[in-house]
């Protein structure tokens, strides 16, 4: 195996153990590709290869595919870890403390619309934690506007929505 393609590689198993988050195959890769020179090709070949050799977890979650470093990729990551160059260290560990808040927000809470009966719009609203759903609110809109509205409040107010329903929904009448 190449130097290069070792530290790749290695690299990938790094930002894994430091995310401390299972992301998405997509989030995953949008945060290699924007803090590090790799191709996207290239990228996807490592992420197979080290799913094959049971380094990394690809699992389907709310049918999307999340990434996970395993037990036996932490001990290859600390047994050859020094081998990444410290630029590339650098530039994940800047990446991620400058996006993690977001990337914990993608990973936790999540929207989906579609069409509904009758000429609505359905939107499902989810709340994760770790990897258990906490809430999963399913409503149909008049119109796409207020479909998109209710997306955009979710996005920017779930913690208090979230807060607002479970107090309203254990309150003794």
Do not use: C
Not at 9 to 26: A, G, Q
Not at 117 to 125: A, D, E, I, M, R
Request: no cysteine; proline share 1%; charged share 30%.
């Amino acid at each position: 195996m190449s130097n290069a393609l070792a530290e790749n590689k290695l690299l990938i198993l790094y930002t894994l153990y430091h995310t401390k988050l299972n992301l998405t195959k997509d989030q995953f890769s949008n945060l290699i590709l924007e803090s590090v020179y790799l191709n996207y090709f290239e990228l996807q070949q490592y992420i197979e290869e080290l799913a094959k050799t049971a380094l990394i977890t690809l699992e389907q979650v709310n049918g999307k595919e999340q990434l996970g470093i395993t037990e036996q990729g932490i001990a290859v990551l600390e047994m050859f870890g020094d081998r990444i160059k410290e630029r590339k260290r650098k530039d994940i560990d800047r990446y991620l403390k400058e996006n993690i808040n977001h990337l914990i927000k993608e990973t936790t809470i999540t929207h989906e619309l579609s069409e509904g009966p009758h000429s609505t719009f359905q939107v499902t609203l989810r709340a994760m934690e770790n990897k258990d759903e906490i809430l999963k609110l399913e409503m149909n809109f008049p119109t796409k506007e207020t479909a998109d509205q209710a997306i955009s409040n979710w996005k920017d107010h779930s913690t208090r929505i979230y807060e607002l329903l479970y107090k309203e929904l254990i309150k003794k009448i």
